[in-house]
Nanobody
């Protein structure tokens, strides 16, 4: 079975940094690509970043590029999202998701088969 568990979300102030973790379990073929998405009430789930098994295919949303860094440690079964210089616009529930190696549209929620339950990030200003 594939399980994804996010952690690290909390209340922070604008300008602060925060590190989110996604602990993965399952066969590598099922979690080849791991993405981070976020969602605000009343809006659709928004792409944030994605990374493949080999830490090579990496992509970021324009809104977070230069501020967020995604990384992966397969030995620890962990995908990390380092978030720097946070602003109120980053407030959302953050989800990690996993998909197979055949994923083509890394920014689409439809490309991912498994999802965590989310972790709340709140940025006050």
């Amino acid at each position: 079975q594939v399980q994804l568990v996010e952690s690290g979300g909390r209340l922070v102030q604008a300008g602060d940094s925060l590190r989110l973790s996604c602990t993965t379990s399952g066969h590598s073929s099922d979690i080849y690509h791991v993405g981070w998405f976020r969602q605000v009430p009343g809006k659709g789930r928004e792409f944030v970043a994605t990374i493949d098994w080999d830490n090579r295919d990496i992509d970021y949303a324009d809104s977070v590029k230069g501020r967020f860094t995604i990384s992966r440690d397969n030995a620890k079964n962990t995908v990390t999202l380092q978030m720097n210089n946070l602003s109120s616009e980053d407030t959302a529930v953050y989800y990690c998701a996993a998909g197979p190696w055949s994923v083509r549209s890394f920014r689409s929620t439809r490309s991912y088969n498994y999802w965590g339950q989310g972790t709340q990030v709140t940025v006050s200003s």
